[in-house]
């Protein structure tokens, strides 16, 4: 957990330019304080008897940054929220390594599954402020997802997304950024 929070906080300072020192990070970013929360609640989790106590904090973290991340969802490192306000992460979501999520991005179930049904986001991709991404589809390896883009269906690696269905397009192999 504590490796997970150490590659949590060097990803604010590799992905935003505007981070100058630790005591910012530490104080200042709601989306790295989410991530904590998130850490110790899926400890917490985890652990048999301890499901309540692990929604509970999850929810205060909700209060306190604007993050709803459940306890449940499975989360890499090195991953970046950047803003946080109005993210929102589902209990059977997963999220790789390095992925970063800007503000108001939902990870969320389209109400027509049960058991899986939330998003797997592969390692290193972006997703877009206000972002929807609904059901239990793939999101694959560095794709990117446009800021207001809604997605229902998976994404090969390694592409972007723009736009919403069903005018929305895919374009295929983006450059690095
Ligand atoms: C999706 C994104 C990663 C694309 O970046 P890119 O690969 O460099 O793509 P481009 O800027 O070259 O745009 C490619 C095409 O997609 C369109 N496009 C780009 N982003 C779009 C979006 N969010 N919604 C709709 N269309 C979009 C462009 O207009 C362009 O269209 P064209 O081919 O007709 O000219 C980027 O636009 C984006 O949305 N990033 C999210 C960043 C964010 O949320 N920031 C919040 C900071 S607070």
């Known amino acids: 957990m504590l490796k997970a929070i150490v ?3 060097r990803a604010v300072f590799k992905n935003d330019p505007a981070a100058r020192s630790m005591p910012e990070v ?21 652990t048999r008897y301890c499901k309540l106590l692990a929604r509970i904090l999850s ?3 909700r209060f306190i940054t604007g ?5 449940g969802a499975l989360i890499g490192s090195g991953v970046f929220i950047d803003h946080g306000m109005g993210v929102v992460i589902g ?3 997963e999220v790789g390594d390095g992925v970063i999520l800007f503000h108001g991005v939902t990870l969320g179930g389209t109400g027509k599954h049960t058991g899986k049904r939330h998003p797997c986001v592969e390692a290193e991709s972006i997703i877009g402020a206000h972002a929807i991404i609904l059901g239990p589809i793939t999101i694959g390896v560095g794709a990117r997802i446009g800021a207001g883009a809604v997605v229902l269906k998976n994404v090969p690696p390694h592409a972007t997304v723009v736009g919403i269905p069903p005018t929305q397009r895919v374009i295929l192999n983006n450059t690095p950024l």
């Open 7 to 9: 590659a949590d906080y």
């Open 26 to 46: 530490l104080l200042c970013y709601a989306g790295f304080h989410a991530l904590v929360v998130y850490r110790v609640s899926h400890l917490l989790w985890r």
């Open 59 to 61: 929810h205060l973290g």
């Open 67 to 71: 993050v709803e991340i459940h306890p």
């Open 91 to 93: 209990e059977t979501a």
